[in-house]
């Protein structure tokens, strides 16, 4: 029989996998977009302010969730060893996975 975590570890590397391609393909796409190829319009001011906004609203959500809670990260392992507990204060009475709220943002 196979290990019940087995499966899930799988599909977790795939989609970090996705994730990271992702990630890496806007940063490599971007500057050739912007100098050369034109594709997308420029933004308005408006737009561009928002998306500030929400880029940094994402990584302080973030910050704070590391902040509030030491075991927190990407990947979730319980570790009873370590006294690892539930975390219900900071950030973490309001949302119940604020890094994968900030990821959002």
């Given at each position: 029989m196979a290990h019940p975590e087995g499966p899930s570890r799988w599909r977790d590397k795939i989609i970090i996998v996705v994730l990271l391609a992702g990630f890496y393909g806007v940063l490599l796409?971007?500057?050739p977009d912007v100098f050369r190829l034109h594709l997308l319009g420029k933004p308005g001011m408006l737009v561009s302010s928002l998306g500030l906004a929400l880029f940094i609203a994402g990584?302080?959500?973030m910050t704070l969730a590391m902040k509030e809670n030491a075991f927190a990260a990407l990947v979730v392992r319980h570790q009873e060893?370590?006294?690892q507990r539930v975390i219900d204060t900071g950030?973490?009475?309001l949302v119940r996975h604020p890094m994968y709220a900030g990821g959002v943002f």
């Open positions: 796409l971007i500057p990584w302080m959500l060893e370590r006294q950030v973490y009475h």
